[in-house]
């Protein structure tokens, strides 16, 4: 079991920036594939980034350049680094677990936070 609690997230200005953490809970943290998603209001869940548990990541093209996602495993803890937010980046941001990659990255996951709200005024 695992579970997962997102914090960081706040209102800022566009063009400002974010820092995301996600604190997972128990000793096998290091052995999933960690992923966000967010869901704007009145939208579905989309997936934004993940990073494997070999390392490999992968970003959504519209915050390619912008957002960074790294993991701690010592710290059982993964990070999305936000930079040069836009108003469209406005959304309920969710950290999410997974042991397959594809299947994570298809909204396909074993275990999800609570969300954290991230508000970029324009």
């Known amino acids: 079991q695992v579970q997962l609690v997102e914090s960081g997230g706040g209102l800022v200005q566009t063009g400002g920036s974010l820092r995301l953490s996600c604190a997972a809970s128990g000793r096998t943290f290091r052995t999933y594939n960690m992923g966000w998603f967010r869901q704007a209001p009145g939208k579905e869940r989309e997936f934004v980034t993940a990073v494997g548990w070999g390392g490999s990541i992968t970003y959504i093209d519209s915050v390619k350049g912008r957002f960074t996602i790294s993991r701690d495993n010592a710290k059982n803890t993964v990070y999305l680094q936000m930079n040069s937010l836009k108003p469209e980046d406005t959304a309920v941001y969710y950290c999410?677990?997974?042991?397959?990659?594809?299947?994570?990255?298809?909204?396909?996951?074993?275990?999800w936070g609570q969300g954290t709200q991230v508000t970029v005024s324009p």
């Open positions: 999410a677990a997974g042991s397959s990659w594809r299947a994570l990255q298809e909204g396909r996951y074993e275990y």
